[in-house]
């Protein structure tokens, strides 16, 4: 059997704990400081978790001259090219636009309404998609016109043909 002083009991009637023990209490210093230092360590955390893409190489911005007259031509040819972020894509209504905007830059791409086909005369075309109602399969093209596209014209195919240019 275990005797047990009475004089000094082996439980403490009060509990204290020892200094700084649990959390601050709010509204103080001292749990401000806590709650900062909380959010640097998971701040440090979260940065030690990305992981950073390697470097991408530079895409170099390609420019496409829309020539044709008709409004709803040049809008679905802008909308199905509107998706490559790494396009220009400028307009002219009329062969003398298609020409003034060939004197201020030359583009790498050139999309022609056969309608506006005098614009292929100008030495500054290089390469052109020419925009036909139907492909005639005996006709003789300039040397510019590297592909031709058949109305009616249809987003994914005029992008295709594109892309395909550029990949060339």
Known sequence: MIQVNSSTSPFPSAYTPTPGYGRPKRGTPDYAAKVRQQIARLAALHAASIVEAPPMAPVAIKSVLVVAGCPSMRDCIREALRSTSWMQVTEATSVEEGLQQLAKEAPSL?????????????????????VMGQVPREKAFPAQVVGVLAQPLKADRVTRLVLEQFDK
């Open 110 to 130: 050139m999309i022609v309404d056969s309608a506006c086909a005098d614009v292929l005369s100008s030495p500054a075309a290089e390469r052109a998609l020419l």
